[in-house]
């Protein structure tokens, strides 16, 4: 019969390495053949303890290490939670939980079993119906979320595999939406290594080790010494304490995880260069949105610089072969979002800006008084690890106030944007080039907010046009309905913009448009106003042609500014002659009605419409006695 070693290294195998390569139609196949290696060995180690018979007290697991029975227990501990991890990733989600909790019981951790829900106490059903409807805390017990911890739980020779245990407890209950045990448990596995640093001297040791016939040399499915391998597991506790905060609702401590876990990486330099760039640009957008710009930037320099280190060695790979093929286009890929995630930051740094430009409303807090705050948040944040000044200084870390400081902002976004579009085709990835033009668009939108010429200003609009209007001629609206709407709202109100910009002009000149303004300011509004038609057009009821009696919640506000926006421009159009000026007017009315109408009946959508609305029924009253006063002095 093979040795107790032997046989672990076979399984192991199996589970870590031959599960990879298993096929579609067999996908559980190795660990399968795993999990009968594992049931062997349990019933082998369990005959161990019996012939043994020796008190299991604490001293079993000793500073010193285990021998004897303390390390036959260690061993039944870390086949058991084999036993529970390959249940879990193979679905069978009541056995993994029943293995795990087994494991955390042999090393004597059982407090940390009974701070959470327990599906074996409550049944797997109501568990689900929990989740269904949830309502978690109504299967929480009473005890106490610190349970006392034992010295055999953080033992040297066990503390890697409890927290091993509590972390996949942790993947477990988070796949079974229960999010509250789910963090009691990671919160557990926080406990023991934090525990474990202040009472231990020892090193610990890896699961594999309590296999191996030389602890001190680990064969090569095992290359990392105990206290990595406890480093790591205590990485992943962040990890996944950061996913489960996300799913708590509680966004700051899940970006204070995410942000602890590329420290820790970044420190143990234990980490894949793209996926750590991804996580870091990703990262940087939450911050940037509670307008810690420092932060964003600092994340953003650190994802470019550790991609960048990256490069090289892509960039060495000559072989053709599908895998090369896979990691340098995965490496294209990386350096397009993380490129899309820096537009993204100049674009809600130049939206700030502009929002900071206008004064603020009585009572309303000063953005100067979070200044303080930031910076000492910023380091608190900084990845000591990286020397990124040089890409910090490219673009700046707070709003502009004027046109030459937002224009770096936006000539830097633009760029960003372009190259990520580069690879973002129109072609391969749709709806990826569409957003990415939309945020160009927007890119140009900020700037000519701070541009202070009208005529520029209307080029800048110009421009989001010709980005728009490209987009839509090639977009089938079949197929990307949603994305033809946005677009077309957007032309619309670009139209509108520049409509303005031109009337702007004509009255700084203080006289009467020309002609040729006239057919300019013209084809501007009949543009806005064929854009907002074609928006209207896409919500009609397909089968009566009509538009809806109510229009959809994701549609509603839209849609009323649209009749809103039709009835003012009608209203600008520069006529040539009495009859179309009466025309114009007239079609004015009707869509300011049509809004007044539909809020009429539909009395809840007055509040949502209300400054709209306000307008909407003045013009209802006024445009009558215009039209009328405008007949009368035409027959004069």
């Known amino acids: 019969m093979a040795s107790l070693e032997d046989q672990y290294q076979k399984a192991w195998q199996l589970f870590q390495e031959e599960s990879h390569h298993d096929p579609d139609s067999e996908p559980y196949k190795s660990k399968y053949a795993a999990r009968e290696i594992f049931e062997e060995l349990k019933s082998r180690l369990s005959k161990q303890l019996d012939e043994d018979d020796v008190d299991d007290g604490e001293g079993a697991f000793s500073e010193e290490g285990v021998d004897g029975v303390g390390l036959t227990r260690a061993r039944m501990a870390a086949v058991v939670y084999h036993l529970g991890v390959i249940a879990v990733e193979t679905e069978e989600f009541s056995t993994g939980e029943e293995h795990l909790n087994k494991a955390l019981i042999i090393i004597g951790d059982e407090g940390g079993i009974s701070s959470g829900v327990s599906s074996l106490t409550v049944g797997e059903a109501e568990v689900a119906a929990a989740a269904l409807r949830g309502v978690e805390e109504n299967l929480l017990p009473d005890t106490s979320e610190t349970a006392p911890i034992s010295l055999t739980a953080i033992a040297p020779a066990t503390v890697g595999l409890a927290i091993s245990c509590h972390n996949q407890l942790g993947i477990l209950w988070s796949n079974r939406a229960l999010y509250t045990t789910a963090k009691r448990h990671l919160d557990r596995a926080n406990m023991l290594y934090e525990e474990y640093q202040k009472q231990s001297t020892t090193p610990p040791r890896t699961i594999y080790s309590l296999f191996s016939t030389n602890s001190e040399k680990d064969s090569s499915c095992d290359d990392t010494s105990g206290i990595d391998a406890l480093e790591k597991l205590h990485t992943l506790t962040f990890y996944y304490l950061a996913q489960v905060y996300g799913h708590l609702g509680a966004p700051d401590k899940s970006a204070w995880y995410c942000h602890s876990t590329l420290q820790r990486q970044l420190a143990s330099k234990d980490y894949d260069p793209i996926d750590w760039s991804i996580n870091a640009a990703t990262l940087s957008q939450f911050y940037q949105g509670k307008e810690k710009f420092r932060v964003a930037r600092h994340l953003l320099a650190s994802a470019s610089k550790v991609l960048s280190g990256h490069e090289a060695e892509v960039d060495t790979l000559q072989e053709e072969t599908h895998e090369v093929a896979h990691k340098q286009e995965k490496y294209r890929q990386c350096k397009a979002d993380v490129g899309r995630c820096w537009g993204r930051y100049c674009l809600v740094l130049l939206q700030a800006s502009c929002d900071r430009a206008i004064p603020d409303e009585p009572g309303q807090e000063s953005q100067e008084e979070h200044q303080p705050e930031e910076e000492v948040l910023d380091k608190q944040l900084q990845f000591v690890q990286l020397e990124v000044s040089d890409l910090e200084s490219e673009v700046a870390a707070s709003p502009g106030e004027n046109f030459d400081e937002v224009r770096p902002i936006f000539l830097a976004g633009l760029r960003w944007l372009t190259t990520a579009r580069q690879y973002y085709t129109l072609e391969d990835h749709a709806s990826d080039h569409v957003s990415i033009s939309q945020e160009m668009s927007h890119l140009y939108k900020a700037l000519?907010?701070?541009?202070?010429?009208?005529?520029?200003?209307?080029?800048?609009?110009k421009r989001r046009v010709d980005l728009l209007t490209t987009l839509v001629e090639e977009l089938n609206p079949q197929?990307?309905?949603?994305?033809?709407?946005?677009?077309?709202?957007?032309?619309?109100?670009t139209y509108s913009a520049m409509m303005d910009n031109k009337l702007a002009l004509v009255e700084s000149g203080g006289s009467e448009p020309t002609p040729p303004q006239a057919k300019k300011i013209n084809v501007l509004a009949t543009s806005s106003i064929q854009y907002f038609l074609h928006y209207l057009d896409s919500l009609k009821d397909r089968a009566t042609g009509e538009q809806p009696t109510v229009y959809p919640e994701d549609?509603?506000?839209?849609?009323?500014?649209?009749?809103?926006?039709?009835?003012?421009l009608w209203s600008k159009l520069v006529a040539t002659?009495?009859?179309?000026?009466?025309?114009?007017?007239?079609?004015?009315?009707?869509?300011?009605?049509?809004?007044?109408?539909?809020?009429?009946?539909?009395?809840h959508c007055q509040s949502i419409m209300a400054q709209e609305l306000a307008v909407c029924r003045e013009m209802v009253q006024l445009l009558p006695l215009k039209m009328e006063q405008f007949r009368a002095l035409t027959r004069l």
């Open 555 to 568: 549609a509603l506000r839209p849609a009323l500014v649209a009749w809103f926006h039709l009835g003012r």
């Open 577 to 603: 002659s009495p009859q179309t000026k009466l025309q114009n007017l007239s079609q004015s009315l009707q869509n300011y009605k049509r809004l007044v109408e539909y809020c009429d009946k539909n009395p």
């Open 479 to 493: 197929y990307y309905i949603h994305v033809c709407r946005q677009i077309n709202y957007e032309l619309a109100e």
């Open 448 to 461: 000519a907010f701070f541009e202070p010429s009208e005529e520029r200003r209307c080029k800048m609009h």
